[in-house]
C-alpha cells in the first residue's frame, strides 16, 4: 500500500500506470469509495446509484473493470458504464440521471503512460479533504485482489441524450460559422463534433478518433506547443475560430481566425464580459493566481466583482459555490459556468458558449472576432507560463527560501512591491504586473509566471525568480 501513497492528490488520484496506479488500487478504491459513499449519502451500498466513465487511454479498460468490480463487491447493483466519454459527461450524468456520484478514469492532459481517477458526490468533485477519507478507507480496508475480474457489461448511452440537451440550448446558432475542432484523440472526438454540426456550424475535424497513445500530438492545449495543427488549420481554412480539446475534455483551448491560440485568462474574460452584458454587474467571476491582473481589472471595472482563488477545479468550484459565483476558470482552460449550466468545467459546452457569442456580435458586426474583445490586454506583456522542476519532497523548502528571500531583498526585482498575495504560492504584485511562483498539484514542478508593462521588464522579474531558484537548489543539493 505505501507505494499508493502519493497517488492521491489534492483533486484527484493520479500517477504512472503500472507503478502508482494498478488494478489492484482501483479495485480497492471501488470498494471504499462505496462504502464512504453509503455514509455520506445514508444509504446502505446496494441502493447507491453510481455511473463509471474513461479516457482512451490503452489501460483505462482494464482500470474500469476492476473499479466496476470493485464497487460490485461493496454490494453496489446500479452502475451505469458509459465506456470512452468526456470527464464532464460523468459529472453531467450525476445531474441528470439523479445519480449519488460518478467515477472518471483519466489522467486528464498527462502523457499516456499516466491514469488516474476522479470522483463526485453531492455534484461536485471530492476536495482534498474528501480524497484524503477516501484514501484512509482505501488503505484501512485493503483486500487482496481476486485474480482475475468479471467482465459483466453495464453499457448505457448517454452521449445522444447530451447532444439533444445541447441542442434545446442553443438552437441552430452555429449556422455561418465555421470552425476547426481539434480532440487531440482524447475523448471530445465522440461527442463535440456531432453536436456542433447539429447546432448549424461548419466543422472541420483534427484528430477525432481517440487513440491513447496519443500519435499526433499531446492533449494539452495550454500549452501552445500542441496547438500548432490546429492554428495553421484555422488560417487555412479561414475559420472564425478553432477549438481545442485536452485528453479528457474539461478544459478548452480557442484559437482566434488569425491562428493565435487565447490563454485562460483571456478566454475568461471573453466569456464574463458576455455574461456581464446579458445579467448586468451582479456578476461575480471567480479565478486563479496564475491570471492575468488585467481579467481582474477589466471586470471590476465594470461593476462586476472578480475573486482571486487558489489553482485546481476542485478549489474553484468550492469557491463559486462560497461567493455564489456564476462564472470561474483557470489559466489551464478548465471554465466553469454556473449560468444558466451546472457549474462544473465541460469544454464541450464551453464551446457552445463560444459560438453563441460570435453569433451574436456576428448580427451586431459582421467582420466581428474574438480577439476584438481583448484590447485591454494590449496594455501588458505577459510570460508564457515556464514549469521548473523541483522534486515533490523540495517543494516546500524551496518555496520558503523564496519568501525568506523576498522579505530580505525587496528591492531584488528591480520594481517596488506593491502586495504579496500568498493563498497559492506566492503571487508578488508590482505596479502594472506580477511574479508568481506556485507548487504544481499533479507534478514535480513549479509553475511560474510574470507580467510587467513591457519584455524587459518581464524579463528581469522571470531571470531573478529562476535566478533564485537555481542558487538555492544548486547549493542544496
Known sequence: ?????????????????????????????????????????????HDLRISVCMDARLHSPSLKIALINGLESAGVEYIEDFGIAPTPIGYYSEFVHNLDGAMIITASHNPSEYNGLKMTFNHQTL?????????????????????SFNMKKYATSIIPDYITDMFSRFGDLGKGIKIVVDSANGTAGVVAPELYRKLGAEVVELFSEPDGNFPNHHPNPSSFSTLKSICEAVVKEKADFGIAFDGDSDRIGIIDSNGNPLTGDKLLLIYALDMIKDRGSDVKVVSEVKCSQVLYDAINQTGATAIMCKTGHGYIKEKMKETGALLGGEMSGHTFFKDRYYGYDDAVYAGCRMLEIVSKNRKLNPKFNIADVLEPFSHVFTSDEVRYPCPNNRKKET??????????????????????????????????????????????VFTLRFEASNKEECDRFKDTMINCLDNFLKLNV
Open 127 to 147: 476536495n482534498e479533504a474528501q480524497i484524503q477519507e477516501v484514501k484512509e478507507y482505501t488503505f484501512n480496508n485493503w483486500v487482496s485482489a481476486p485474480e
Open 399 to 444: 518555496l520558503e527560501f523564496v519568501k525568506s528571500f523576498v522579505k530580505s531583498n525587496p528591492t531584488a526585482f528591480g520594481s517596488e512591491i506593491k502586495d504579496i498575495v500568498t493563498l497559492d504560492g506566492m503571487r508578488i504584485i508590482f505596479e502594472g504586473g506580477f511574479d508568481l511562483i506556485r507548487q504544481s498539484n499533479t507534478e514535480p
Open 1 to 45: 500500500m505505501q507505494k499508493y501513497e502519493h497517488s492521491f492528490g489534492k483533486n484527484d488520484i493520479r500517477g504512472i500506470y503500472g507503478e502508482d496506479i494498478t488494478e489492484e488500487l482501483f479495485y480497492n478504491i471501488g470498494l471504499s469509495y462505496a462504502k464512504w459513499l453509503s455514509i455520506q449519502n445514508v444509504k446502505r451500498p
